[in-house]
């Protein structure tokens, strides 16, 4: 059964850094092209970063350039995102995503399409405020 399971969430100041972590099961993450996805309420969800597993290569969306950095650890099935420099607008659930070889995603994850992943993560809450 394939399982992602996001932790690490909390409430910050602005200027402070959290380390959210994804660990997945029922598949090998290294088979995978992996995301991460935030949503606030009333709006649609957005990519945030991704990376395509064929060539490891990561992306970002602009309003997170420099400050977040997406990783994985093959060997413990888990994958990370390193948010460094949080800002109020950071405030989201945030959410962990995989896509399989037959997916859009798995080649073109930068392209952050909800649709195109087939597992999600049940989310979990950064919230950043004073």
């Known amino acids: 059964q394939v399982q992602l399971v996001e932790s690490g969430g909390g409430l910050v100041q602005p200027g402070e850094s959290l380390n959210l972590s994804c660990i997945v099961s029922g598949f090998t993450l290294n088979d995978y092209s992996v995301a991460w996805f935030r949503q606030v309420p009333g709006k649609e969800r957005e990519g945030v970063s991704c990376?395509?597993?064929?060539?490891?290569?990561?992306w970002y969306t602009n309003a997170v350039k420099g400050r977040f950095t997406i990783s994985r650890d093959i060997a413990k099935n888990t994958m990370y995102l390193q948010m460094d420099n949080l800002k109020p607008e950071d405030t989201a659930v945030y959410y962990c995503?995989?896509?399989?070889?037959?997916?859009?995603?798995?080649?073109?994850?930068?392209?952050?399409?909800?649709?195109?992943?087939?597992?999600w993560g049940q989310g979990t809450q950064v919230t950043v405020s004073e």
């Open positions: 995503a995989a896509a399989n070889p037959q997916s859009l995603a798995f080649d073109y994850c930068s392209g952050f399409v909800p649709s195109w992943y087939d597992y």
């Open positions: 990376v395509t597993t064929y060539n490891g290569k990561s």
